[in-house]
């Protein structure tokens, strides 16, 4: 049975251990587990967010429109290598949800012949209402599952399980749905910031996802959309704003819209949450996604090894490469004993039904807070069992 030594151990011969001082740890006691739902704020966010505030809005003024209108493309080349996407391929703005409802629609429309959509009727919520909206707008029908995908036009998929952390394998799974004839738009909100992923060599053409999770963006950061060279200009763009034109000063009568990835935006960007993302992806550029990817592994292996000892059970796949980021843990009172963690300063995540799910984020979550974490969890349910 691993011990706290053996955490202590670990934190002491890992080789991102100071990332944590990159961030604000304003309560040392606290032990986070939830850095997938909304990461730790970078100290170096503060600093940048005082110099947009003070100096780009508070004396440039609308002047600095000069550097803030490709700013989302140029945040979105930053987090290009991070996901194994090119230069000109990924673009930072508006929601997860906003995005996917864009790519989802765009990819129908390159499928005019076929009338069906495939999602998993367990992935997150957003992503099912997306495609059963679009469903419903455009006269197509929602298939639950991905056996049969010869008459599909889009599968909308997570690369990692929201609740159990399974990972899909984006590359057989990429060319299968392709040699189907159909359209993947893969949803990396749970992947970007902790898994290398590497959307190239998977052959996958389009792709969304948070930046407020692992990649520490900060809350409501905006989020990302991928499109491979090859669809961007043949891609259509549901929402027709001024941001996605070709000449958006001329103030045109007709909307022509950009070849590049610009063709994915809306409106005006919020230069504060854009600036966090900016950050946040800077990071984790820094510190480099293959060591945290090792991390996060090493994190969760730890995680379940002392579900094990403990007698804890856990839904998260043993092969390190099935799982992200995160260890679940099942039990029937997952909910009251969410509430309890939290009254003892363990930050979990309930998931329905009976889920508590630990996020363990690389550049912040230590061995000895899994330990911590799931010591407290180990206690709790004792006593829970005997009721
Ligand atoms: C897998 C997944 N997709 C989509 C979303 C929705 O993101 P947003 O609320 O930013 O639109 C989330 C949010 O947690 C998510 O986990």
């Known amino acids: 049975m691993v011990t706290r030594d053996d955490a202590h151990e670990l934190d002491a011969a890992d080789e991102l251990a100071a990332w944590r001082d990159a961030f604000l740890i304003n309560d040392p006691a606290l032990v986070y587990l939830d850095g997938n739902s909304l990461g730790r704020a970078p100290r170096r966010v503060v600093d940048r967010l005082k110099t947009v505030i003070s100096e780009e809005w508070g004396t440039d003024l609308i002047r600095s429109w000069s550097h803030w209108l490709d700013k989302p493309q140029r945040v979105g080349d930053l987090l290009a290598p991070l996901i194994g996407a090119g230069s000109g391929e990924v673009v930072v703005h508006d929601s997860t949800t906003v995005n996917l409802y864009q790519l989802v629609h765009g990819a129908a429309a390159l499928r005019p012949d076929r009338l069906v959509l495939a999602v998993d009727e367990n992935d997150f919520p957003s992503d099912r209402y997306v495609v059963d909206g679009i469903a419903a707008a455009t006269g ?140 946040g992806i800077e990071i984790t550029a820094e510190a480099g996604i293959e060591r945290i990817a090792a991390k996060a592994s090493a994190l969760t292996a ?41 009254e003892r300063g363990v930050i979990p995540d309930f998931r329905e039904p009976d889920i508590v799910r630990l996020g363990m984020s690389p550049l912040t979550t230590r061995f000895v807070d899994v330990y911590d974490g799931i010591a407290t969890i180990a206690s709790l349910t004792e006593i829970t069992d005997r009721l």
């Open 302 to 342: 730890f995680g379940i090894e002392l579900c094990d000892g403990f007698g804890l059970s856990t839904c998260t796949p043993r092969e390190a490469n099935r799982r992200g980021g995160h260890v679940s843990i099942v039990h029937p009172k997952a909910r009251s004993l969410c509430g309890q963690l939290i």
């Open 140 to 279: 197509r029908t929602v298939r639950h599952g991905f056996e049969r995908l010869d008459d599909v036009a889009v599968v909308v998929r997570s690369v990692v399980d929201y609740r159990t952390a399974e990972v899909v394998d984006v590359v057989a799974e990429t060319a299968r749905a392709h040699g189907a004839g159909a359209l993947v738009v893969w949803d990396l909100s749970h992947a970007a910031g902790v898994l290398a992923i590497d959307l190239h060599a998977a052959g996958a053409q389009l792709a969304v996802g948070c930046t407020y999770k692992f990649l520490n963006g900060g809350p409501g950061s905006p989020a990302f959309t991928y499109v491979a060279h090859e669809l961007q200009g043949r891609i259509s763009q549901p929402i027709w704003g001024w941001f996605s034109q070709v000449d958006q000063f001329a103030m045109g009568p007709d909307y022509v819209p950009r070849t590049d990835i610009g063709r994915m935006l809306i409106g005006t960007p919020s230069i504060l949450a854009l600036t966090g993302a900016e950050v």
